[in-house]
């Protein structure tokens, strides 16, 4: 089991920027090779896909986000970080962290997440 804990979201004004970062604990995330990955959902809209990023840093990424976006992982730590810049006020979402295995297409875990608000 692996459990995921959110945190650095905020009020931010358009064009700012905020970093999340998401805790894993449990098992660690690298021994595992799990994807880690980042989604949105705004109220009254369907969860969506922001990035993910695999055990060794290969990236991905919604096209609504890239070039402003950037998703790390510290395996180490047994974090991953969504660093956020050029903020929209669309970008306006509950921000939530997310892990699979390679060769599951879901992801099991999910954390409660953080919320973001940019206001114009």
């Known amino acids: 089991q692996v459990q995921l804990v959110e945190s650095g979201g905020g009020l931010v004004q358009a064009g700012g920027s905020l970093r999340l970062s998401c805790a894993a604990s449990?098992?660690?995330?690298?021994?595992?090779?799990?994807?880690m990955g980042w989604f949105r959902q705004a109220p009254g809209k369907e969860r969506e896909f922001v990035a993910s990023i695999t055990w060794s840093s290969d990236t991905n990424y919604v096209d609504s986000v890239k070039g402003r976006f950037t998703i790390s992982r510290d395996n180490a730590k047994n974090m991953v970080y969504l660093q956020m810049n050029s903020l929209k006020p669309e970008d306006t979402a509950s921000y939530l962290c997310?892990?699979?295995?390679?060769?599951?297409?879901?992801?099991?875990?999910w954390g409660q997440g953080t919320q973001v608000t940019v206001s114009s």
């Open positions: 997310a892990a699979r295995v390679p060769d599951i297409t879901t992801y099991d875990y």
């Open positions: 449990g098992r660690t995330i690298s021994n595992y090779r799990y994807i």
